[in-house]
């Protein structure tokens, strides 16, 4: 026994030699990299400020918040609480695949309502996945090094990990598995994922390589490879496709397959585990390689998926073919430092920096690239094709459509040409263009991108855009009843049930989303010459008064005989009856396309901000639990996306310095608030909640993203240079800037002065520089004239 622990503490030693040596190289070769593309002073101060890339941590999103004030009364018994929802895997921008680590069994459970791998509480690492899903969790094959003994999933073999050996940032992800000895690192291309174990010295140095629940087919091919194909995946979904093959980087000196036989739904069965057996198929079909191996030694791994095996082939050899894990962690590092040294941040602290640049990451987790130009891909109709232009995956428009995708207009718009082109591509093999889990959003990306200038055949989307509108067969649902009645009933639930229901319609949202859709329609078919269909559409953008109830000052569902539904409590989370993932109180900010005609709505401009005033501090008491509401500040939810813009909504209405208030509290209570640092206020939702982050912290937002106009709030940044897409510079100075000094006491843009709480794109075009001077007490008068409010479908009141 002593003789196995000092063998052990050797391995160990040798480990975090050769990993500090590793970490000393990279880091040379990081500093060489900085250093050919700045001008190099000899004289330099030792203590440069680190790259931007390398303030970056993964890990940031993976956490929950932990202060009960912050939370409300979610999670419901039993259930974790909802985080970011974020993956600390290696990716790329946009990645195609992802390396990532999985601690979370959800082939046994769902207990967020969302397949996620990882969740940063948990202790037990499950194993590491190379792609195969939009969420990790979904993603197979399942990849574990096991020392010794392991079991056949869905009990997995388990190990304790050493949270402090656990290192994430981008492109690269490791940890130290502590019951097994062994250190595994995670890299990755854009299509191929590499995985690094180095073991210690056993003759049971084990890899288990295994299918989810749903199973499939799995083959060992000669003595260094393994590969399958997964059942029950999501088509285009699933970006990279169901095959896959595995590589390893030495031969193994013995192999076997295995499934699990399900007698009966849900059970775990009996387990079938056979040695030297090469093909296997069932339920988490698998296959286990065995290595003999002296301490410190590394296998590697390399997997790739595809449409067919073939495919999965042929990317696996279309990237990086040689074992050099360094030199594939330093591309995927490189790739990332291009983009973060785009935006230029100077000023705030260390943390709001690593805040900054980890949301930053995570705003580039969608949508993913399905294939580069010239590359051959399988498109929605299952057709072997050759790439004319770069091709992405579906946006998740109900969440990143509302803001991560301007972050990328200001950013990169010539991938958002592909995008559109990409969304365009596929309404032309489904007949409608694609939409999001709840409203038709899509008209977001196509309005906002020709407001701010992004070239594109609108002519050719607007057939789609249109008949998405209506077409009452098409994907907007009970589109028939909204365009009889102008608005969508609720059915009252049997026994008028304690809310949450997840049963109903979600009329008022509906009907709210719907209002606001045909809005930015009716601004593409006025820019096309449709005259008759703008009105008519713009005539429907007003539908948002048919679910307002003035005697109670809320939004609130009819009955399909137009009575109002009753009892109606606004601060109770209704889930699916009446509102969408969130309260009356939420619910009532959602008309981002004509604020000024909520403000009359409620009694013009003072009634407005005594309503905004009591959302931010009624307290938040409803009975039922809402899983999505969480980050709170009174009524207002920042966990989740109906109500996320409202906090800027004072730009409207005369009191721009509350929202400079609101925004900081936000940004500093809701993020990073819990004792890990790593905390967000809800779900991510591939990038939505991330970028409300970036965007805040550089002072201003998108409340509708279709128009061309951002909203300022406060920046918490002295400096920050965005390099637009365009190869132009816009610059945001913020003098005095602090803590206290979060209030703006007037404003320049391009060097002439500025009173407005608000600038458009066209402002910032072909670059410009936004001066702010900061002070600690907010100057009432400034952005306060009406003739300075933002633009909105409904004419402001002199």
Same mark, same amino acid.
């Given at each position: 026994m002593n003789s196995s622990r000092a063998r052990l503490r050797r391995c160990a030693s040798s480990i975090r030699k050769r990993h500090t040596f590793v970490a000393v190289a990279l880091a040379i070769v990081a500093l060489a990299g900085i250093g050919g593309s700045r001008a190099q002073n000899d004289n330099a101060a030792p203590s440069a400020a680190p790259a931007a890339v390398d303030l970056a941590n993964p890990l940031v999103g993976t956490a929950p918040l932990d202060q009960q004030a912050l939370i409300g009364n979610a999670p419901p018994p039993g259930e974790p609480l909802y985080s970011g929802m974020t993956s600390p895997g290696a990716s790329l921008p946009q990645?195609?695949?992802?390396? *990532?680590?999985?601690? !979370?069994?959800?082939? %046994?459970?769902?207990?967020?309502? !969302?397949?996620?791998?990882?969740?940063?509480?948990?202790?037990? /690492?499950?194993?590491?996945?190379?792609?195969?899903?939009?969420?990790?969790?979904?993603?197979?094959?399942?990849?574990?090094?096991?020392?010794?003994?392991?079991?056949?999933?869905?009990?997995?073999?388990?190990?304790?990990?050493?949270? *402090?050996?656990?290192?994430?940032?981008?492109?690269?992800?490791?940890?130290?598995?502590?019951?097994?000895?062994?250190?595994?690192?995670l890299t990755a291309t854009q299509w191929t994922s590499l995985m690094r174990f180095t073991f210690p010295a056993s003759h049971r140095a084990n890899v288990v390589v295994n299918l989810r629940r749903a199973g499939g087919n799995v083959e060992v091919v000669g003595d260094r490879t393994i590969r399958g194909v997964a059942e029950g995946t999501r088509g285009e979904r699933d970006?990279?496709?169901?095959?896959?093959?595995?590589?390893?980087?030495?031969?193994?000196?013995?192999?076997g397959t295995f499934r699990a036989n399900h007698n009966d739904k849900g059970g775990f069965g009996d387990e079938d585990v056979q040695a030297g057996r090469r093909t296997v198929s069932g339920s988490y079909a698998g296959a286990y390689v065995t290595f003999d191996t002296q301490a410190g030694e590394q296998v590697l791994v390399r997997v790739a998926h595809g449409y067919s095996a073939d495919e999965a082939e042929q990317r696996?050899?279309?990237?990086?073919?040689?074992?050099?894990?360094?030199?594939?962690?330093?591309?995927?590092? *490189?790739?990332?430092?291009?983009?973060?040294?785009? !935006?230029? #941040?100077?000023?705030?602290?260390?943390?709001?920096? /690593?805040?900054?640049?980890?949301?930053?990451?995570?705003?580039?987790?969608?949508?993913?690239?399905? *294939?580069?130009?010239?590359?051959?891909?399988?498109?929605?109709?299952?057709?072997?094709?050759?790439?004319?232009?770069?091709?992405?995956?579906?946006?998740?428009?109900?969440?990143?459509?509302?803001?991560? +995708?301007?972050?990328?207009?200001?950013?990169?718009?010539?991938?958002?040409?592909? +995008?559109?082109?990409?969304?365009?591509?596929?309404?032309?093999?489904?007949?409608? /263009?694609?939409?999001?889990?709840?409203?038709?959003?899509?008209?977001?990306?196509?309005?906002?991108?020709?407001?701010?200038?992004?070239?594109?055949?609108?002519?050719? #989307?607007?057939?789609?855009?249109?008949?998405?509108?209506?077409?009452?067969?098409?994907?907007?649902?009970?589109?028939?009843?909204?365009?009889?009645?102008?608005? +969508?009933?609720? +059915?009252?639930?049997?026994?008028?049930?304690?809310?949450?229901?997840?049963?109903?319609?979600?009329?008022?949202?509906?009907?709210?989303?719907?209002?606001?859709?045909?809005?930015?329609?009716?601004?593409?078919?006025?820019?096309?010459?449709?005259?008759?269909?703008?009105?008519?559409?713009?005539?429907?953008?007003?539908?948002?008064?048919? !679910?307002?109830?003035?005697?109670?000052?809320?939004?609130?569902?009819?009955?399909?005989?137009?009575?109002?539904?009753?009892?109606?409590?606004?601060?109770?989370?209704?889930?699916?009856? /009446?509102?969408?993932?969130?309260?009356?109180?939420?619910?009532?900010?959602?008309?981002?396309?004509?604020?000024?005609?909520?403000?009359? %709505?409620?009694?013009?401009?003072?009634?407005?901000?005594?309503?905004?005033?009591?959302?931010?501090?009624t307290p938040y008491r409803a009975k039922g639990i809402c899983r999505d509401c969480t980050g709170m500040i009174g009524e207002y939810v920042q966990g989740n996306q109906p109500d996320q813009q409202a906090a800027y909504l004072y730009a409207w209405s005369g009191q721009p310095w509350k929202t400079q208030a609101l925004t900081r509290r936000i940004l500093a209570q809701l993020y990073g608030s819990d004792t890990s640092g790593y905390a967000f206020p809800g779900m991510d939702d591939q990038g939505s909640t991330s970028s409300w982050y970036v965007l805040s912290a550089m002072g201003f937002y998108p409340v509708d993203p279709s128009s061309s106009d951002y909203i300022l709030g406060s920046p918490i940044f002295d400096q920050v240079r965005l390099h637009l897409g365009n190869g132009k510079i816009f610059e945001i100075v913020a003098r005095n800037n602090s803590a206290q000094n979060k209030y703006i006491q007037s404003a320049t843009l391009n060097g002439k002065p500025w009173t407005k709480p608000w600038f458009s794109h066209a402002d910032i075009a072909n670059g410009g520089s936004l001066v702010l001077t900061m002070g600690p007490e907010p100057n009432k008068a400034w952005g306060a004239d009406v003739r300075d409010a933002p633009p909105s479908m409904s004419a402001a009141h002199q």
């Open positions: 990645s195609s695949t992802e390396a *990532a680590p999985v601690n !979370v069994n959800a082939d %046994l459970s769902y207990p967020t309502g !969302v397949a996620m791998s990882y969740a940063y509480g948990r202790p037990t /690492m499950i194993g590491f996945t190379g792609g195969g899903s939009t969420y990790g969790a979904r993603a197979a094959p399942m990849i574990m090094p096991v020392v010794g003994d392991w079991t056949v999933p869905p009990d997995y073999a388990p190990s304790y990990y050493d949270k *402090a050996s656990e290192k994430a940032s981008p492109g690269y992800y490791a940890v130290d598995l502590a019951t097994f000895h062994t250190r595994v690192e970006s990279d496709g169901p095959w896959f093959v595995a590589e390893f980087s030495r031969p193994f000196a013995s192999f696996l050899r279309a990237q990086d073919a040689s074992w050099d894990f360094d030199r594939v962690r330093a591309q995927a590092r *490189a790739a990332w430092a291009k983009l973060f040294d785009r !935006v230029e #941040v100077t000023g705030g602290t260390p943390k709001q920096r /690593m805040l900054f640049y980890s949301t930053l990451y995570h705003s580039f987790a969608s949508p993913r690239l399905i *294939a580069r130009k010239g590359t051959r891909f399988t498109d929605a109709d299952g057709r072997v094709q050759v790439a004319t232009y770069d091709h992405y995956g579906p946006v998740p428009f109900w969440d990143t459509g509302r803001n991560q +995708i301007v972050l990328l207009m200001l950013l990169e718009p010539k991938i958002v040409q592909d +995008i559109m082109q990409s969304e365009l591509d596929r309404a032309r093999v489904r007949g409608y /263009m694609d939409t999001s889990f709840h409203g038709d959003h899509a008209v977001f990306l196509y309005d906002g991108a020709w407001q701010r200038g992004i070239p594109f055949n609108y002519a050719a #989307v607007y057939t789609y855009l249109r008949k998405n509108a209506t077409d009452p067969n098409g994907p907007r649902g009970y589109l028939a009843e909204y365009m009889k009645n102008g608005w +969508i009933s609720d +059915i009252v639930p049997p026994g008028n049930p304690s809310p949450p229901y997840a049963g109903g319609k979600a009329g008022v949202a509906t009907t709210l989303e719907y209002a606001w859709d045909d809005h930015a329609l009716a601004d593409v078919a006025r820019r096309l010459g449709e005259t008759q269909d703008a009105q008519m559409f713009l005539h429907r953008a007003e539908n948002y008064h048919n !679910v307002f109830d003035p005697s109670v000052g809320f939004f609130r569902g009819r009955t399909a005989d137009g009575k109002w539904i009753s009892p109606f409590d606004p601060g109770e989370p209704y889930y699916n009856f /009446m509102m969408k993932e969130a309260s009356g109180w939420s619910t009532l900010w959602l008309v981002p396309h004509d604020v000024q005609g909520l403000i009359d %709505l409620l009694g013009g401009r003072a009634a407005f901000n005594d309503k905004l005033d009591a959302f931010f501090s």
